[in-house]
């Protein structure tokens, strides 16, 4: 059966993930409030709705990704929400990057008018998204995963079902922990070069063919020494999943110290004005620390 797909929030992140579906040979509606981010996908043959709920009732499967949790409880469960327009049957997968509590809880809301959802939040930044090579971690019914799969390999090249319903958000959670302190380390790392005196250019060079080599070093490495921070992944979105992340630690009584100092450094760069830079914009902050210490 060829499913007919909706998409909702057309950012960063979306607008590629969209085009994607469009050139894959799916018919697509869409739903943004600005008329910006709808004017790209109107011409390449995206149907424009005016609202989610219209969108719901046009289509069988409904992918989202906007910014927080409660931007998707609003686009889901609010007026002209989505659950007025979908039908039984109709399947949403989440993208977006919430919390796994609120996720769980909007599941039953939605599995109450029959709709099935999946929390389906990704990796690999715009690049990622503009490549169809992201990262995806899905929490929900393995029956509904295997029915969209054929959807969510469009948009990726790593797809993986994590369990039940937040467990796509708790392995986003786990991810941005890793990868917040990785970029603290890279940063940490060439500030360090640089303050020896030694070429940080050749540092990441060296770092990259052993066991420090990761794609932060490699992307955010070379953007650190570049000193462009035009967003890939803005560091406010960054603070934000930063936040969930210790709201779940708090949910299991857990101290996480280098999440917490990931958040630190983020509060600083926001704190000068760095929330719409890409968050390996960490760097700046750090030396300014260091200016200050000074």
Avoid: W
Wanted: charged share 20%; proline share 3%; hydrophobic share 50%.
């Amino acid at each position: 059966m060829t499913e007919r797909i909706g998409f909702i929030g057309l950012g960063l992140m979306g607008a590629p993930m969209a085009l994607n579906l469009l050139r894959a040979g799916h018919r697509l509606a869409v739903y943004a409030r600005r008329e910006t981010a709808l004017a790209p996908l109107r011409e390449a043959g995206a149907e424009v709705c005016a609202s989610p709920a219209a969108l719901a009732g046009a289509v069988d499967v409904v992918f989202t990704i906007v910014s927080d949790t409660e931007d998707v409880e609003q686009v889901l469960l609010g007026p002209d929400g989505v659950i007025e327009g979908a039908r039984p049957g109709t399947v949403v997968i989440d993208m977006s990057t919430i919390s796994a509590s609120a996720t769980r809880a909007i599941a039953a809301r939605l599995a109450e008018r029959e709709v099935a959802m999946l929390d389906a939040p990704v990796s690999g930044g715009d690049v990622g998204a503009r490549e169809g090579r992201l990262s995806i971690m899905v929490g929900g019914d393995p029956e509904v995963f295997a029915r969209v799969r054929p959807l969510l390999e469009v948009l990726g090249t790593n797809i993986v079902h994590i369990g039940e319903h937040g467990a796509g958000q708790v392995c986003k959670a786990c991810n941005q922990v890793v990868v917040g302190g990785t970029i603290a380390a890279v940063a940490e790392a060439l500030l360090l070069a640089r303050a020896s005196g030694v070429d940080a250019a050749r540092v990441r060079e060296a770092l990259l063919g052993g066991f420090a080599a990761s794609r932060v070093l490699e992307l955010h490495g070379q953007r650190m020494l570049d000193g462009d921070y035009r967003p890939g992944f803005k560091a406010r979105l960054h603070r934000k999943d930063m936040r969930l992340v210790e709201e779940r630690a708090r949910e299991q009584g857990l101290e996480l110290p280098l999440a917490a100092q990931v958040a630190a450094h983020l509060d600083t760069l926001l704190a000068a004005d760095g929330g719409e830079l890409d968050s390996a914009a960490i760097l700046s902050a750090l030396e300014r620390m260091q200016q200050g210490a000074g």
